[in-house]
């Protein structure tokens, strides 16, 4: 089971704690997967890296929806870690 997936159209809005309904809630989400194909993962790296954002961990191997892919990890500025993660080509 997953919690949800992407659809065209599908939005994902990030608010900072200041704007935040319920402040009793917890402070955030374990974090965020978003998933792309491999030369986009490289690229969103690459310019995190290059705008000084610390990768925190890269993970070779990481289960997912569908299935194992490869991932990294970093932090947006309120404190959400963001999973960025591509899966094998799977040929057409």
Known sequence: AHAGSLRPGTIIDFFPPALW??????????????????????????????????????????F?????GTSFYF???DGVTIEMRHYPA???
Request: net charge positive; with cysteine; charged share 30%.
């Open 21 to 62: 309904r319920d402040r009793a809630a917890p402070a955030n989400p374990n974090h965020v997967c978003l998933t792309t194909d491999q030369a986009t993962a490289a690229a969103v790296e690459q310019r995190l890296v290059a705008r000084g954002v610390d990768i925190r961990e890269r993970s070779p191997r990481t």
């Open 90 to 92: 799977t040929g057409a």
């Open 64 to 68: 997912g929806a569908r299935g194992y």
């Open 75 to 77: 932090d947006d500025p």
